[in-house]
């Protein structure tokens, strides 16, 4: 066998190893038996069940959206594309007005666009007051 066939034979039987981890990992089986929304942590471990909620990073990792009526400054700054001012400006006109209750409220702050606002909605939602 020449040293090329055996490159050959190496590099398929690698790719064909490759397709086989591909196919099994990772599993499309859920990791927890519950909805995202009941996932507590426990000792920085994700369980259902009791624990804490979710941090505003852990939510988002879970595909959770923060409510935009109670995230503090430092949560909504964690969002792709808000940064700190953005952060601070919405903070601001929900302390001076209260609660949004429309997302054309938060579209009349200043720094939000169409952009952004289709950024908040992603990541973010209007939840009624507790």
């Given at each position: 066998m020449?040293?090329?066939?055996s490159l050959?034979?190496?590099t398929a039987g690698l790719m064909a190893l490759g397709g086989l981890v591909r196919?099994?990992?990772?599993?499309?089986?859920p990791a927890l038996d519950c909805a995202p929304s009941a996932v507590r942590f426990r000792q920085g471990v994700?369980?259902?069940?009791?624990?804490?909620?979710?941090?505003?990073?852990?939510?988002?990792?879970?595909?959770l959206k923060l409510d935009l009526n109670s995230a503090s400054e430092e949560e909504l700054a964690r969002l792709p594309g808000v940064g700190r001012a953005l952060a601070h400006k919405l903070v601001e006109a929900r302390q001076a007005?209260?609660?949004?209750?429309?997302?054309?409220q938060v579209d009349a702050v200043s720094?939000?666009?169409a952009a952004k606002?289709?950024?908040?909605?992603?990541?973010?939602?209007?939840?009624?007051?507790?």
């Open positions: 020449t040293r090329t066939s050959a034979a190496a196919w099994q990992w990772p599993s499309p089986a994700a369980v259902c069940g009791d624990g804490a909620p979710p941090t505003a990073a852990q939510a988002l990792a879970l595909g007005q209260g609660r949004f209750s429309s997302w054309a720094g939000v666009g606002l289709e950024t908040l909605q992603a990541a973010t939602e209007l939840r009624e007051a507790p």
